[in-house]
């Protein structure tokens, strides 16, 4: 065995009447999967997968205590002993891959996607349409009963515990602040009564399920809202959960209404982990931290540091079930590290898609998409080491195929060069270091700074050839667009081209909107580092306490930005609200910013013309002249088809994926689908 380069991550956990391998939690998920009994298998072997890899210990996505307090109305619930059995198959094949699960609990109260919900007073919340029914005293008896009878079912059903879901503005969460209870009887009022309905849910659960069967409580450590619990109120409730028997506290970050990001791209690694590390302070039993922990150095060091007892990871094993084995085999490097992008996970699940991963899409896929041997090895060409590229070049390579590798730049990553520039899309830099590594593994033959034409491809007899040449921007056909002052964002993100303090953006996708970004910050450095931003900006930016003073650690505190770098008009033809095609749970992340740094938005802007006083446009009846010192061009891409058109002209046929096949709504989570489901079944 090799020196562990991770001592504390690899350090047991006695719990006392079972031991944990080694400090990682896989974070409860919720997958889609759980709410469809035909998709158990697939669920099963998604978690399979994950306990081969090593994980300490998994807890499975939201499971409801009853009907009412189901997410959604059909999702997964377990209040029956018909529903044993399927829950039983999982946890029987988890525990032969040597893994070990928990269920979580999940009652959603008024967060419920249905008429039928209850929570603690009828009050609506601002992200969804149902208006809850206030619950009774027997009513709320009745929750608990419902707690309880789910956990007995999941102990019968093979689990190794069980996760009682007290954060993210869930049902109990909602009795624990006046915002959500305005109950008058012994379940509302003081803190006392609103934190009685948790801690009675744990008490009677144990007394339920005995000692030997791990319960753990999921804490809202900070509630990210002015009228949240205070740091007294959470400790007190901490202590009462670990009085009332559970085994684990772990730790909750923000409700789903808070308005500061809590597990975006931008959020800094580790960044909430000093919260644990304050409760640590005032509670024995272990306490399991979370929120942007991707790589191992970054769970070593909190570990190390003695933030927590664990850390949870959720989206990081979507990326790599494999994560845990490779930092026990001091691979680090080859771990494909979640970017926290949430466009294949979160995204997904928000609009009734199953969750996978935008850089691994076989995750919520395993049974489907599957990366065999090749029955026949071929040799393969790969035109463009994008995303799409990659992903083709080294799933190919993986399976036994012969694979050159082409690219006319001198590194690999297409428009991800691009995009890691991004303040706050640093870790896009991870990606490339993980293809970087597999293709030195899968012994993918790199060729860059070739441009490749039809007659090198025929030259070299290839069996197989992929195009992934990328895109090419669109031409805005603006008079005057060949002026001085216009860029493009290649020239701004690429080329590092100087930009002046006045700028125009033409185009508010999601390239624009980048561009912007990057335009209000200054001292962007050329080489992104994703250990770099600090968590005490990012805390300063949206207005976090961490002294924790105020309630919800967020009371009496603005957001404070501070200065733009530059003055930026971001402009779009269409009427509608800009930037609303960005990522459904991260769009509003990247309005804010922008909007607290200044950015003008224009919309129903029709562009008349550049020249030397600047852009002079249109809206509605309304000319005007933006006087700016450069204009930026971000008004979207086509397919680069050149190579494809001419050896399709040769009479060479070729595959296309990525960006050369459809330019249109593109992103990187479509390129490496594409390009990993091609090789697959070459
Ligand atoms: P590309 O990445 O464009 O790669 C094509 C490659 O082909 C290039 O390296 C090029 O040099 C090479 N090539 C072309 N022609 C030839 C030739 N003849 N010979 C050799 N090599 C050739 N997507 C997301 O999903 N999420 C994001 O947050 C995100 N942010 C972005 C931010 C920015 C600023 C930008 C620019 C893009 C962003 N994207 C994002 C989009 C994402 O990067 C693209 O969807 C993805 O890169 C497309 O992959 P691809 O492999 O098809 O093409
Ligand atoms: P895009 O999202 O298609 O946006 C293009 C923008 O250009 C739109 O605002 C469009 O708005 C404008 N436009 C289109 N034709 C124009 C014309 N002829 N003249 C002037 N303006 C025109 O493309 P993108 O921003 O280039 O992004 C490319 C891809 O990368 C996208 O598909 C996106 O998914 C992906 N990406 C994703 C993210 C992310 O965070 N997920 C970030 C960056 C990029 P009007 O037509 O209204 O003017
Ligand atoms: Fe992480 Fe993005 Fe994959 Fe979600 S889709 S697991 S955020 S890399």
Known sequence: MPEPRYPHIFKPLDLGFTTLPNRVLMGSMHTGLEDRVWNWPRLTAYFVERARGGVGLMVTGGIAPNRRGSLAPLASKLTNRWEVMRHRRMTDAVHEAGGRICMQILHAGRYAYHPFSVAPSPIKSPITPFKPRGLSDSGVEAQIRSFVRCARLAQKSGYDGIEVMGSEGYFINQFLVPRTNRRKDRWGGSFENRMRLPVEIVRRTREAVGENFIIIYRLSMIDMLADGNNWEEVVTLGQAIEQAGASIINTGIGWHETRVPTIATSVPRAAFTWVTRKMRESVSLPLVTSNRINMPHTAEAVLARGDADMVSMARPFLADPDWVNKAAANRPEEINTCIACNQACLDHVFQNKVASC???????????????????KKRIAVVGAGPAGLAAATTAARRGHSVVLFDQADRIGGQFNMAMRVPGKEEFVETLRYFSRQIEITGVDLRL???????????????????????????????????????????????????????????????????????????????????????????????????????????????????????????????SKLGAGL???????????????????????????????????????????????????????LPRRDLAEALKESGIDSHLIGGADVAAELDAKRAIDQGTRLAAAL
Not at 592 to 618: A, C, F, P, Q, W
């Open 583 to 637: 990522g459904k749970t991260t769009g509003w992340i990247h309005r804010t910013s922008l909007k607290n740094l200044d950015v003008k938005m224009l919309g129903g802007v029709n562009y008349e013309r550049i020249d030397d006083d600047g852009l002079h446009i249109r809206i509605g009846e309304e000319s005007r002249c933006l006087a700016v010192d450069n204009i930026v061009i971000c008004a979207g891409q």
């Open 358 to 376: 935008l850089v691994n899409p076989r995750a919520g896929h395993e049974t489907e998409l599957l990366i065999r041997p090749a029955e026949r």
């Open 449 to 575: 700074g070739t441009a490749v034409d039809a007659n090198l491809l025929q030259k070299e007899k290839f069996d197989e050839i992929i195009i992934a040449a990328g895109v090419t921007p669109r031409d805005p056909g603006i008079p005057g667009q060949d002026h001085a002052s216009v860029l493009s964002y290649i020239d701004v993100l690429l080329h590092r081209k100087p930009v002046g303090k006045r700028v125009a953006v033409i185009g508010a996708g999601g390239i624009g909107f980048d561009v912007s970004e990057f335009l209000v910050h200054s001292n962007v450095p050329d080489t992104p580092d994703p250990d770099h931003p600090q968590a005490e900006d990012f805390f300063r930016q949206w207005g976090v306490d961490m002294e924790l003073n105020g309630r919800g650690g967020v009371e009496g505190r603005a957001p404070d930005f501070g200065q733009p770098a530059r003055e930026v008009t971001l402009l779009q033809r269409k009427t």
